[in-house]
């Protein structure tokens, strides 16, 4: 039931587990052991992570791009949500955890409330964001954030694209307690896949343009990945507050 | 005679008010206030809302935002803080023919994350006071999804409130566009004549 068996049945996730294992090490090694600046990135391995950026690109360009789209296309947008709706829906109880784990009372009550409220609709519908409940999103890349480990080092993952060695872990994390991936049906274990693979095709639809000028009209793919990327990650993990102290000055003289 | 000292008080006195509300007048303007910078964003978000439900066509749509940029952010700050240290190694008109290709270039660049806003509500929902000025928190909401949040760095300069940065949910327009000029600058080899050029051709 537990974690070692979800391994043994969906492939990728034992090499998820490698690489963690792999990241884990790098980062005791470098990245956690050196305190690392707020605006420094730390991407030592950019050159490896160019190659996996690269990899990514065209297989977005060949397959998940047009995949994406003709899933748009061809699918209601009603029965879009819902699908989006349901994989969010699935992922409430782990998203708890963390709130637990952060011991959040407020994210816990709110993660509550949105399980409550949408299970009158057996999660296909989003009661709970109409009715004005927010949502915290909380995962354990932002436990482990709030416990005080460090980003670690930037990196693309292939297929997911970019994360930290706190990000990667907190995936590898999520993912195994993610009460879908607990079921003993293997089949409902790759129902629960399927949908969070649909649900990123539709955020890959919905978001094409933006993604699209990023991937292919930014000057440098790469680094505009890297930037969006970590600047709304800091956002979510501070809850979705700036940081003042990051703010830019208008004053600033060059 | 005693009707001339009463009348010339009288003056005095006016006098000492007028001066009064002359100093008061720079005083009352100088101090950006929540308030003041919320009202700004709401105009501001108004303008840019009008364009997106006109209809235009997307080159005419990225002139209005051309327009609304020009009267509502501080084009020159922002330009320059973009480029950074090399600024100063401009010469003046380059800094000029960047400033303006520059502001074309994210025209039509936000243009385009504006245009994507199509449909949905906008909303100004508080403020908070930071260093340089003050944060308006505003929410884009789509029917049926949870919202984006969008804030605007707001600050007085010569009086004059001004647009600084905008944050697309955490995401920095100056952050961004700073990593995106600073790349360009480094294909140009450095110079700041062939970036241009690359600016023109950009968004």
Not at chain 1, 76 to 94: A, D, K, Q
Not at chain 1, 164 to 179: K, Q, S
Not at chain 2, 128 to 135: E, F, T
Request: glycine share 8%.
């Amino acid at each position: 039931m537990s974690r070692p068996v979800i391994f043994r049945q969906i492939p990728f996730l034992h090499l998820f587990r490698r690489i963690t294992v792999l990241f884990t090490a790098l980062c005791v090694l470098s990245a956690c052991a050196a305190p690392v600046t707020k605006t420094a990135i730390n991407d030592p391995y950019e050159k490896s992570s160019r190659k996996v950026h690269a990899f990514n690109k065209g297989l977005d360009r060949a397959l998940i791009g047009p995949t994406a789209k003709g899933y748009g296309f061809i699918t209601p947008p009603v029965l879009i949500h819902m699908v989006s709706n349901f994989s969010g829906y699935l992922g409430l109880p782990g998203q708890a955890v963390n709130n637990i784990l952060q011991a959040d009372a407020k994210g816990f009550g709110q993660t509550l409330l949105t399980f409550t409220v949408n299970s009158l609709t057996f999660g296909l519908g989003d009661l709970a964001s109409e009715a004005g409940i927010t949502d915290n999103n909380a995962d354990f890349g932002q436990t482990l954030h709030v416990w005080g480990v460090g980003q670690g080092i930037y990196h693309e993952m292939p297929v997911l694209g970019p994360s930290t060695t706190r990000d990667t872990i907190g995936f590898v994390v999520d993912t195994a307690i993610n009460p879908v991936n607990l079921l003993e049906s293997s089949d409902a274990r790759w129902a629960g896949f399927g949908f969070s693979v649909l649900d990123r095709l539709g955020d890959r639809n919905q978001y094409s343009e933006v993604i699209e000028d990023t991937l292919y009209n930014s000057d440098d793919s790469y680094i505009a990945a890297r930037s969006l990327y970590l600047q709304n990650r800091d956002f979510k993990l501070n809850k979705g507050t700036i940081d003042e102290d990051s703010l830019e000055d208008p004053f600033a003289d060059f | 005679m005693p009707i001339f000292k009463t009348s010339n008080r009288r003056t005095f006195l006016a006098g000492i008010g007028a001066t009064g509300t002359i100093l008061a007048l720079p005083s009352a303007g100088f101090s950006l206030t929540k308030a003041d910078a919320e009202k700004l964003i709401n105009r501001l978000s108004d303008d840019i809302f009008k364009v997106i439900n006109s209809g235009k066509s997307g080159p005419a749509m990225y002139k209005d935002f051309d327009r609304i940029f020009g009267k509502y952010a501080a084009v020159n700050a922002i330009a320059r803080t973009c480029l950074g240290p090399p600024w100063r190694g401009a010469t003046p008109a380059q800094q000029k023919a960047y400033t303006a290709a520059f502001r074309e270039y994210l025209s039509r660049k936000y243009g385009k994350r504006f245009r994507e806003f199509i449909g949905s509500e906008i909303n100004v929902v508080s403020a908070r006071a930071v260093k340089s000025g003050v944060l308006v928190k505003s929410l884009v909401t789509f029917k049926g999804s949870a919202p984006f949040i969008v804030e605007w760095q707001v600050f007085e300069r010569n009086g004059k409130q001004q647009m600084f940065d905008l944050y697309i949910e955490g995401i920095s327009m100056i952050k961004t566009e700073r990593e995106e000029v600073g790349s360009m600058l480094d294909r140009s080899g450095g110079k700041v004549a062939k970036l241009i050029t690359r600016l023109k051709a950009a968004g």
